[in-house]
């Protein structure tokens, strides 16, 4: 008879969080057997047929460990041999204090990764449907694009309909084409190299004139039964964020602090638009924070009037598409099982957390506590104050399942610091780092007793 403990787990989903479940059931000995529907069947954001593909940004967002919940977890993540941390710091490129990536360099070496590892095996297929009960321990990480066949069995199987939210994707323009006669290279406040973003500055009068084009464009038009699905606030199209005010845009991405342009000195520009370096060689830059349901005519048109983007061209218009999530503060167990089939259980943005980082985490703690379950070891969730601990917790309990929408990584997740007695409270930037401290030290205790326990076993 087979040992269970040798029994391979079928990972479905090769994006962020099946690849890093994945790879995390293979470091731990447990055979992978990971399931990839494309390129037998694409969907709406996605492009080639590499595990890992960004479709959205090519930013892991800030790397500062100490006073950021997101660069805590890029620490974190790296602390427990996260593989997509590793090929994000493989394939690096210029961002300031963020973590951003080649975005072709990053997939490939995830799927070289997985490809030649001998406990990973990969099968190009469609999920049809729940998996059959002879694949036993499974991991559902298909993504905010999950095939309707396998979202309709979930749908029946829990009785609760998914809810859904809007994403949309930003434009990525050639280097050079770029107007540096008129833009410049600078980051906010000379941050990472000081030079690690294109910014387009507008006048007060050249930005009324954007928004005010920008609200007459023709937009992408929703299908009757998409009107009602609300937009995930932290990746809003700009011509939503405009229709919330005239200035919205110029205290949002638009916003002009801690530049000053060389082409005219002692002259503030009203708003800038950044790009951000999107590739390692420099060839194309991605418009931040410019996601958009506009037509791809409309997007030609409106942002070549932006100062210094008059003879763009674009690799890669914006775009829209419909994520899917589970309520799963209400269908899920704090070891991400499904309640109403534990063999099941769910990693990535299907479970409501937001962000590449986020979603690749959750894949981590899904391979890990379906690896510890196939070796009979006991493995508790990390604490609550750490990072993972806390994005774990909220999406498996913490949230409301009445008003359950997809969270980041984010330090209002963390349970509060203790109060010493007569000691002033810690604030601000001080208050993060402290929260930091705690979550590295408790997370080291957390691995200490996770390989004890194994050791044991």
């Known amino acids: 008879m ?13 994006g ?17 057997v990971l399931h990839e529907m494309r390129p037998g069947r694409q969907t709406e954001a996605h492009r080639t047929d590499r595990l890992a593909e960004l ?16 660069g805590l977890l890029h620490e974190e993540m790296r602390r ?27 997939a490939g070496a995830v799927t070289a990764a997985l490809g030649s590892e001998p406990l990973v095996t990969v099968v190009r297929e469609e999920a049809v449907g729940l998996p059959p009960p002879e694949w036993d321990s499974v991991i559902v990480a298909t993504g905010p694009l999950t095939s309707p066949a396998l ?37 906010r406040y000379d941050k990472g190299t000081g030079s690690d973003y294109i910014n387009c500055p507008l006048t007060r009068e050249q930005y009324d004139a954007f928004v005010e084009r920008l609200l007459a464009a023709p937009k992408t038009e929703f299908k009757e039964w998409e009107t009602d699905t609300p937009y995930f606030e932290g990746c809003l199209p700009i011509e939503v964020m405009a229709e919330r005010g005239r200035l919205t845009l110029a205290f949002g991405p638009m916003k002009p ?46 942002f070549r009037t932006i100062p210094g983007l008059g003879r763009a061209e674009f690799a890669r218009l914006g775009g829209l598409h419909r994520n899917t999530f589970l309520n799963s503060p209400r269908l899920l167990d704090p070891a991400l099982r499904l309640k109403a089939m534990p063999r099941l259980r769910f990693a990535g943005q299907v479970t409501g957390v937001e962000g590449y980082v986020e979603s690749a985490a959750i894949g981590l703690l899904a391979g890990r506590f379906a690896a510890a379950e196939r070796l009979g070891v006991p493995l508790a969730p990390p604490p609550p104050t750490t990072a993972m601990g806390a994005l774990l917790a909220h999406i498996t309990g913490g949230a409301s399942a009445e008003t359950f929408q997809p969270m980041n990584a984010n330090f209002g997740l963390f349970p509060p610091l203790p109060d010493s007695p007569g000691a002033r409270k810690v604030r601000g930037e001080e208050r993060k780092r402290a929260h930091a401290r705690r979550a590295l030290a408790d997370l080291a205790a957390w691995l200490a007793a996770a390989g004890t326990a194994r050791a044991a076993e």
Request: some cysteine.
């Open 16 to 32: 962020l969080a099946g690849s890093e479940a994945a790879w995390q059931l293979a470091r731990a000995g447990i055979p992978a």
């Open 151 to 187: 979202a309709a069995a979930i749908r029946a199987l829990t009785g609760e309909d998914s809810l859904a939210f809007f994403d949309a994707i930003a434009p990525i323009v050639h280097r050079d084409s770029i107007d540096l006669s008129v833009a410049w290279f600078q980051s």
């Open 55 to 70: 479709v959205c940004s090519n930013s892991f967002r800030s790397d500062d460990a100490e006073t950021s919940a997101i």
């Open 80 to 106: 427990l041999g996260s593989l997509i941390l590793a090929m994000a710091d493989a394939n690096r490129v210029p961002a300031g204090g963020a973590l951003a990536v080649d975005r072709e360099g990053f």
């Open 257 to 302: 602090v801690g530049l000053t342009n060389p082409h005219r000195p002692g002259e503030k520009p009203f708003a800038v638009v950044q790009l951000r370096q999107d590739n390692a060689l420099g060839t194309l830059y991605n418009m931040v924070g410019f996601q958009t349901k506009l037509r791809h005519a409309a997007q030609v048109e409106v």
């Open 2 to 14: 087979e040992r269970a403990e040798t029994r391979a787990v079928h990972v479905i989903g090769g």
